[in-house]
């Protein structure tokens, strides 16, 4: 079955940096538009960037637009998030799954949780 395995995750200082990784299984990976995924605690999940399947278009909600940056190697299966000028607001449970449009395809990995505080 199609699995995702999240990592990169951390407790880091308002301003500061992470950067995820998504490794997925069980699905022809190169096809796929990938999307990154979060929920904060009390919140609904919501999309926050997705990356074409040949890594050329993306898109990102306006609220992480010039801070967050999604790439891909489809060599590798996986999809990355770089995260910069992090915001007490970003902190939240991340998590990546194969989109169409917004919605996600497959069932959740357990995520990596990044918490931004001072």
């Known amino acids: 079955q199609v699995q995702f395995v999240e990592s990169g995750g951390g407790l880091v200082q308002p301003g500061g940096s992470l950067r995820l990784s998504c490794t997925a299984s069980?699905?022809?990976?190169?096809?796929?538009?990938m999307g990154w995924y979060r929920q904060a605690p009390g919140k609904q999940r919501e999309l926050v960037a997705t990356?074409?399947?040949?890594?050329?278009?993306?898109n990102y909600v306006d609220s992480v637009k010039g801070r967050f940056s999604i790439s891909r190697d489809n060599a590798k299966n996986t999809v990355y998030l770089e995260l910069n000028g992090l915001k007490p607001e970003d902190t939240a449970v991340y998590y990546c799954?194969?989109?169409?449009?917004?919605?996600?395809?497959?069932?959740w990995g357990q995520g990596t949780l990044v918490t931004v505080s001072s």
């Open positions: 799954n194969a989109a169409m449009r917004s919605t996600p395809l497959y069932a």
């Open positions: 069980g699905m022809y990976f190169a096809i796929h538009t």
């Open positions: 990356i074409g399947n040949g890594g050329g278009i993306t």
